[in-house]
């Protein structure tokens, strides 16, 4: 980000970088930053907070009115109120978390998905908007497809347009985004990280995801390997093995 | 709560520590008041409008992100899994702040909102993104914007 604010200014136009690295925003000194201490992820704070998100962009826009510089790196100085819990909020309720009706884990996620149907569609009307479909599958298809995976080979890709390991990659993005928003249906405000302990610790899915990961990170195959590594599971929720 | 401070160690190092290329200068440019200028973001979160190509592994060219955009056609597609989701799933201004832009624009705040913004994929190595940060800086110069909010993500 802070590259682009040195190119962009050296073609005449004049930039302000939000920072959420600060060590990085020292390093490459762009012309004017605004480092924010939110979580990765969320460089204008709160969700659903307009007048928090506005207070930063006025913050950073502010900066391209200092007349001496350059590389003026400002710390906004407010942390984001919704990293706090929100004890109202309960995840959507799931048959597989208590009785489960298999010992597979991949028919176990395919049996999951249709549970969370009606909360994920109270969620987008909610919102407005859905942020499932990287990988151009319904949500029973992205299901189906990792849980192909999970059950051993590597299935043919769907679609020209993607290879296979591109496809799993971007399904598991929408079966991610998928059950966060159907956690986000109601009026409770949960943290992400309240979202995250239920979908890691909680659902055949995150049960799913964590074991394709450690199959891969033990497979022959490098391709395979930096996939597992890389794109499946976050760092705070991996452990070294899997 | 993903900060860099709750990644595993080796990982937050890898963050702050990312490969950039160094610069001998930096520039500076200077411009009309808050309130007369065109104002664009230009964010590195490999977002999409829905239907265009999602950034595959690390390209470097840029998407574009017309003004015209509702909320309910962008994705983001960026390849770090250690970011948080959740936010931009719940109100996209968390990384895209248009709505409070163009409400800026109403209140007079900022002089306008430029028609078109872009998005670049944040792990690529920013050296290849070069050619075409500098042909967005002439798309953003023929849109008349004076002034570029940076978003990572």
Request: aromatic share 8%; glycine share 8%; with cysteine.
């Amino acid at each position: 980000m802070s590259a682009l604010g040195h190119y962009l200014e050296q073609e005449g136009i004049a930039t302000v970088a939000i920072s959420l690295v600060r060590a990085q925003t020292e390093n490459v000194r762009p012309p004017r930053a605004l480092w924010v201490p939110f979580e990765l992820g969320r460089p204008f704070g709160p969700p659903s907070d307009p007048g928090f998100q506005t207070n930063v962009v006025m913050t950073a826009l502010r900066m391209l009115e200092i007349t001496s510089g350059p590389s003026v790196l400002r710390d906004f100085p407010l942390d984001d109120p919704r990293e706090a819990p929100d004890l109202r909020w309960r995840p959507p309720r799931l048959m597989t978390a208590g009785a489960r009706v298999s010992e597979d884990l991949a028919t176990l996620l395919e049996c999951e998905i249709p549970m969370l149907e009606s909360s994920y569609k109270q969620s987008v009307a909610q919102r407005g908007r859905t942020i499932v479909g990287l990988s151009g599958l319904s949500i029973n298809e992205a299901g189906h497809y990792v849980a192909a995976w999970l059950r051993g080979g590597i299935p043919p890709s769907p679609t020209a347009e993607m290879s296979a390991p591109l496809v799993l990659r971007f399904a598991v993005d929408d079966l991610k985004a998928y059950y966060t928003e159907a956690a986000l249906a109601g009026p409770a405000k949960p943290s992400s990280k309240q979202i995250g302990d239920w979908f890691w610790d909680q659902t055949a899915a995150g049960d799913a995801i964590l074991n394709l990961r450690k199959i891969h990170l033990a497979s022959s195959d490098d391709r395979l390997r930096a996939i597992a590594g890389l794109f499946l599971v976050p760092g705070i929720r991996a452990t070294p093995t899997g | 709560m993903v900060r860099l401070s709750d990644l595993p160690s080796a990982q937050a190092k890898r963050y702050a520590e990312l490969e950039c290329p160094s610069f001998e200068a930096t520039p500076w440019v200077t411009g009309p008041p808050l309130s007369e200028r065109r104002i664009a973001i230009v964010s590195s979160a490999g977002l999409v409008v829905s239907g265009e190509k999602p950034f595959r592994g690390r390209d470097a060219e840029y998407r574009v992100i017309p003004s015209t955009t509702r909320p309910d056609r962008l994705l983001l597609s960026h390849i770090s899994i250690n970011l948080d989701r959740t936010g931009f799933e719940e109100d996209w201004n968390v990384v895209f702040p248009l709505d409070r832009l163009n409400e800026l624009a109403a209140d007079r705040a900022i002089g306008s909102v430029a028609a078109t913004h872009y998005s670049f994929m944040g792990a690529t190595d920013p050296g290849l993104m070069e050619s075409y940060a500098r042909e967005v800086a002439s798309r953003l110069k023929g849109d008349s914007v004076d002034g570029v909010l940076l978003s990572p993500v």
